[in-house]
């Protein structure tokens, strides 16, 4: 099995920062895309940042020149700098990857898969 998990969230004043981390674990053969994605109350969940292998990044225009995604293949793990943080970035922040992880002697490729999500709350 392969699990994304997530983790560097919390509780930041406005203005704040804070890094977060998403690591995969498990038998994988390989990781593509990967990227994060945020669900606040009562609204659609949205892409705020996706990374190819080769690095090339997109970001969603709300968190451009304030986030930053990087990666670290040799650790299977993304990570998403985020600086002057505001209440409108409060939300559960996803890590995502598109993926090839061992299953049995196969290969198995996995579009879509989700970590479980870590709380951001940033308070005025």
């Known amino acids: 099995q392969v699990q994304l998990v997530e983790s560097g969230g919390g509780l930041v004043q406005a203005g704040g920062s804070l890094r977060l981390s998403c690591a995969a674990s498990g038998r994988i053969f390989r990781i593509n895309a990967m990227g994060w994605y945020r669900q606040a109350p009562g609204k659609q969940r949205e892409m705020i940042a996706t990374?190819?292998?080769?690095?090339?990044?997109n970001y969603a225009d709300s968190v451009k020149g304030r986030f930053t995604i990087s990666r670290d293949n040799a650790k299977n793990t993304v990570y998403l700098q985020m600086n002057s943080l505001t209440p409108e970035d409060t939300a559960v922040y996803y890590c995502?990857?598109?993926?090839?992880?061992?299953?049995?002697?196969?290969?198995?490729?996995?579009?879509?898969?989700w970590g479980q999500g870590t709380q951001v709350t940033v308070s005025s």
């Open positions: 995502n990857a598109d993926l090839k992880y061992y299953r049995g002697s196969a290969i198995w490729t996995v579009y879509d898969y």
């Open positions: 990374i190819s292998r080769g690095d090339t990044t």
